[in-house]
């Protein structure tokens, strides 16, 4: 046969088997609370109701199979994220329920089994610092950088227990993380972790159950542990929220309204979510606004309220030296449109198309979407006759007089002063003009309610084309932005349970 009519004739039949294989049989013995990938996704992390987390690694062949499991926490495991694959060695985070935040790093040499919860005894030196003055000088035991408590003693071996099978895989034992931290006024609820490889930076951010922000920042790739306070603030406010007419929010107070986050009662249900801007760089319409293009973004979710941070560049000075430092502003304020607790936030990768993209799972059952524009200062509009360089430089030489030259608001306070500020864990940073502070506009642009139950989980894809939620009725929908920039439902995806029907005779099915 010549090659012609090879090519010709009919293809060879397709295998209809994937290239894939699911985790059908993940090993817990309670419910799977928290899931994630690494970069490459060919690792997968679970965390179970239980405190335990197992990883699983993916092989050439498409199969899963498991690599650890220990236990991590005393009770629920939150949330959990790998740290990108970049970083050596491979580190996960996990926040549990009794509100300690853990990195665990993995050993590649220690045995299968052994990898995570032997990080420090023999896997590498991760140092643990004390903890900031900043925060609170009067508890040097507590918060970022405390020691990991020692792990209980193992319980004596039941004689009357069966001996495993050879072979058999290695089950939970005593770990101990790399680094561990907890607040000791109110506990952890949710933390999100950046990385920015250029600058070998990392960042993090929790939040606690009183409202408390505070976010970390690290410049030491090789220890990751020794985080340094960047800001710290309060997301709760008692004060009127910024928000205008026509649900446009970030504008000024308006007198009469109250719109803050309700303080929780004792026993009262609540939700707390924070997550960083996932893009590298701002878009360029907010880089043209005068947003700084390495500002850090973050999106929270506070009952049933959701406020967005912006940094800004500014000088601040201590003890006569000035530095340069990020602060965190509140840039936008989304009140008014959930009727219950908000369940989970996400921030959309992929800003390259001029604004950003939020996306919110609320309580009452609705996925709603968010853009978030930078609406540039009304004197700066006539940087399109000069050019959009001149204006920057102008802009530049003038926030800097204005930081350079606030030494009362820059300078550190002190004595009693400086006690009473530490002890309300930050100021609640609302935007008042100063220079870089950028107004922010957002619009509601779809309100999804494909679940018709409580939404708990909310993420866009590494692209940011995608959006996918889970519902309280255990399916996962997947959106797609249409032409008009709306979203729309593209994919469902369920569980579907199957009876199979037993023996002639066996249980009174098909007997005579």
């Not at 219950?340 to 800003?351: F, T």
Request: hydrophobic share 35%; aromatic share 8%; with cysteine.
């Amino acid at each position: 046969m010549s090659k012609a009519a090879a090519f010709l004739a009919d293809p060879p039949p397709a295998n209809d088997r994937p290239s894939y294989e699911t985790i059908l049989r993940h090993g817990h013995q309670d419910l799977v609370q928290a899931v994630a990938f690494n970069g490459h996704g060919d690792r997968c992390a679970t965390g179970s109701v239980d405190g335990k987390i197992r990883v699983f690694n993916r092989h050439k062949d498409g199969a899963w199979r498991l690599c650890d499991t220990w236990g991590a926490h005393a009770g629920e495991i939150l949330e959990i994220q790998w740290l990108p694959t970049t970083i050596y060695p491979n580190l996960l985070a996990s926040l549990g329920i009794e509100g300690r935040f853990k990195l665990w790093a993995e050993d590649p040499s220690a045995a299968p089994g052994r990898r995570f919860a032997e990080s420090t005894r023999s896997g590498p030196l991760i140092t643990i610092p004390t903890r900031s003055s900043h925060l609170t000088a009067n508890l040097p035991t507590s918060g970022i950088g405390s020691p990991a408590p020692q792990p209980p003693a193992p319980l004596p071996p039941n004689p009357d227990a069966p001996a495993p099978a050879p072979g058999a895989y290695p089950g939970p034992h005593a770990a101990k993380p790399a680094f561990e931290t907890r607040n000791a006024r109110s506990p952890y609820r949710s933390f999100s972790l950046k990385h920015l490889d250029d600058s070998r930076t990392t960042y993090l951010a929790l939040l606690s159950a009183d409202g408390g922000l505070s976010v970390y920042e690290n410049d030491r790739v090789e220890n990751l542990a020794a985080f340094t306070l960047l800001d710290e603030l309060s997301t709760t406010s008692s004060h009127p929220s910024a928000m205008s007419a026509g649900g446009v929010g970030a504008g000024p107070p308006l007198p009469g309204t109250d719109a803050h986050p309700p303080i929780a009662a004792r026993g009262e249900e609540t939700s707390f979510k924070v997550r960083f801007d996932p893009n590298l760089e701002v878009c360029y319409t907010a880089l043209r606004a005068g947003v700084p293009s390495d500002a850090l973004g973050l999106v929270v979710g506070v009952m049933d309220c959701v406020r967005v941070y912006r940094t800004r560049d500014t000088i601040r000075t201590s003890l006569g030296i000035a530095a340069a430092w990020k602060g965190f502003y509140l840039a936008a304020e989304i009140v008014g449109f959930h009727r219950g607790l908000v369940r989970d936030v996400a921030w959309a990768p992929g800003n390259v198309r001029g604004y950003d993209v939020l996306a919110t799972a609320c309580q009452d059952g609705w996925v709603r979407v968010f853009r978030l524009d930078a609406i540039p200062h009304p004197a700066d509009e006539d940087e399109a006759a000069d050019g959009w360089s001149a204006g920057r430089v102008r802009k530049h030489g003038h926030r800097r007089r204005l930081d350079g030259g606030d030494d009362a608001a820059t300078t550190a306070p002190s004595g009693i002063r400086a006690g009473l500020d530490q002890s309300r864990g930050g100021p609640e940073r609302r935007a008042t003009g100063l220079a870089g502070q950028i107004r922010h506009v957002f619009k509601e642009i779809s309100k999804l309610d494909s679940h018709r139950t409580p939404v708990w989980r909310v993420g866009f894809d590494d692209d940011g084309q995608i959006l996918g939620s889970v519902g309280d009725e255990g399916k996962l929908m997947c959106y797609r932005q249409k032409p008009d920039g709306g979203w729309a439902k593209s994919t469902e995806m369920a569980i579907v349970k199957m009876k199979m029907a037993a023996p002639g005779g066996v249980g009174g099915l098909g007997g005579a």
